[in-house]
């Protein structure tokens, strides 16, 4: 989550959003962890895991890359550094 913040951090002023979410885990557990990370990015919680189901999360972490139609343009299972991040978004544009 470091690298996603650092990546929310460095592209906050171009129209990109970064959106955390919490599947099945304990508000308070989440809540302690962000603000021990001191994330700035918004992390959302999934008490059911229907987001989860939704968008077909088999492993956590999983990283969506949405646009601004609302449509999946890439989906990337794992964890990512900055580079990572910033050379699947760049490939995008």
Do not use: C, W
Request: no cysteine; aromatic share 12%.
């Amino acid at each position: 989550m470091p690298q996603l913040d650092e990546f929310h951090q460095a592209n906050k002023n171009n129209n990109t959003v970064v959106i955390a979410v919490s599947l099945l885990e304990d508000e308070k557990i989440v809540n302690t962890f962000v603000e021990k990370g001191d994330y700035s990015f918004p992390v959302l919680m999934d008490k059911t895991a229907e987001s989860g189901f939704e968008y077909k999360v088999r492993f956590t972490p999983t990283t969506y890359l949405i646009n601004t139609e609302g449509k999946i343009i890439d989906i990337i299972v794992g964890p990512l550094d900055f580079q990572q991040i910033y050379d699947r978004f760049q490939a995008l544009e």
